[in-house]
């Protein structure tokens, strides 16, 4: 650092000044360095020193001149390497002196200190759009995301960023590197359980959210951590269903009408040539079974060694499971990720004031299908149909609504709804249970 270069201080935590507060009189701050030392990020947490520049912070208890600051500045200094270029940060120990945070730089290899550019740390209000999604709105909301691979993690940034308090991640699998072109999370978090990959990037984008992790398979009901994940989920508003196996989401299904908690179900086809998002609200819509006993059910997506592996028999050569692997675009899981995000803000956004409200009377079908190319299951929509409304198309969605099945094992909601329709007259029994809605 050049003896005229000023650096920019940003203060990460939301919390600082309090983190602060709470700590001794004075002491070191960490420091991370980026910009060739331009930039600096002070945090009150202790940890391993990313810059050339040592920070200290002194905690002031009464009004202080310019003067005395660095006098005290000063002093407090001589304890570190002249060698080096060296910050204090003041803190003012109650709200009612005039600064609240300052600071002076020593340049290297002498006193005289000048006074720095400080960014206010951040606070809730930087975090949300005014006048679409009040800030705040969704501080109080809980959503759980079983499943965090692509789609998982596409959609849990979108809540981190949308300012949703709480997040429940479940997920055993560890990020690998053929994930890494999809997934929210990079190179860096290769090995890492993706639980806690996500979580830190999730903090990144806000760090006031509370995030719960469970590092299990959904389907390992004996699992020592499925109760306590149990009991998390039960406390959330809604439940995300991002995982990739057919027995996974039927087992959330099973989970979800028992805990009655919304639950939001995504899903790729083989290289995510389209994709589907199905919306089942416990005892009044129809269920995951009901919908899928009802239609052909699409091949899954599969992206993961490890978990292709784990659903594989014993006698299957890695070499075959890893031919398996048929991953899609990025870009081709965006738009199912997105319409959970939409659907999710819906069901969040409920008798809130915000600009989305209006979309819960528009996406009011169960069930939205979505495809992004001309092949497999879509293969038969007509050439230059993207053109023309009267005929199916790629990027488009199509939703479809879906009456409870009264045969279904899991909800049964199919019997009770036509109970209580067969005594007002309005029967919930049809021979239609699926209505396609443009297509
Ligand atoms: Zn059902």
């Known amino acids: ?28 701050l960490n420091v991370k360095g980026l910009d060739k030392d331009t930039v600096l990020h002070l945090t009150a947490s202790h940890g391993e020193n990313h810059s050339s520049v040592r920070a200290l912070y002194l905690t002031v208890k009464s009004q202080l001149s310019p003067e005395q600051r660095q006098e005290a500045a000063k002093e407090l200094v001589e304890s570190l390497p002249n060698a080096t270029a060296r910050i204090v940060v003041f803190v003012a120990e109650t709200e009612d002196l005039d600064s609240c945070l300052s600071a002076f730089l020593f ?22 759009s005014r006048s679409i999604l009040e800030t705040d709105i969704l501080k109080e909301s809980s959503v759980g995301i ?6 998982g993690s596409q959609v849990a940034v979108e809540f981190a960023k949308a300012g949703v308090g ?22 860096s ?39 306590a994940m149990k009991d998390s989920l039960r406390l959330c508003d809604l439940i995300i269903a ?27 086809s083989t290289r995510a040539a389209g994709g589907e998002v199905l919306r089942v609200r416990p005892g009044s819509s129809a269920c995951l079974a009901c919908v899928y006993g009802t239609m052909q059910v699409t091949p899954d997506e599969a992206v993961s060694f490890e ?22 675009l990025s870009s081709d899981i965006t738009p199912i990720s997105n319409m959970i995000v939409k659907l999710s803000l819906v069901e969040l956004c409920r008798g809130k004031p915000s600009g989305i409200s209006s979309l819960e009377s528009e996406l009011t079908s169960e069930f939205y299908r979505w495809a992004n190319r001309r092949e497999q299951e879509f293969k038969s929509y007509p050439e230059g149909g993207f053109d023309r409304f009267d005929k199916p198309a790629i990027l488009r969605w199509y939703p479809v609504s879906f009456q409870p099945d009264p045969n279904c094992m899991t909800c ?15 029967t919930a029994e049809t021979s239609d249970k699926v209505f396609f809605g443009t297509n």
Do not use: W
Not at 244 to 265: A, C, G, K, P, W
């Open 1 to 28: 650092m050049s003896d005229n270069c000023r650096p920019i201080l940003y203060f990460p935590q939301p919390n600082f000044i309090s983190l602060i507060r709470q700590s001794a009189e004075s002491g070191e």
């Open 412 to 426: 049964s909601i199919g019997n009770i709804l036509a109970v209580q329709g067969s005594s007002d007259d309005t």
């Open 107 to 128: 340049p290297p290899n002498t006193n005289t200190p000048t006074e720095t550019i400080i960014m206010s740390p951040p606070t809730s209000k930087l975090f949300h």
């Open 189 to 227: 978090d290769i090995g890492r359980l993706k639980t806690n990959a996500l979580k830190d990037l999730l903090l990144n984008k806000n760090p006031q959210a509370t995030i719960q992790t469970f590092e299990l398979d959904i389907n390992e009901t004996t699992h020592n951590d499925y109760p």
């Open 242 to 268: 991002a995982t990739d196996t057919v027995q996974s989401r039927y087992n959330i299904n099973t989970l979800s009408l028992e805990l009655r908690i919304t639950t939001i179900y995504g899903k790729c």
């Open 307 to 328: 978990r292709l592996r784990k659903v594989t028999p014993a006698y299957v050569p890695d070499s075959d499971v890893e031919a398996k692997i048929q991953v899609g």
């Open 146 to 151: 079983i499943g965090l691979g692509s789609g």
């Open 166 to 187: 709480k997040l429940v991640l479940v997920d055993y699998d560890r990020l690998e590197l053929n994930n890494i072109s999809r997934h929210a999370c990079g190179l």
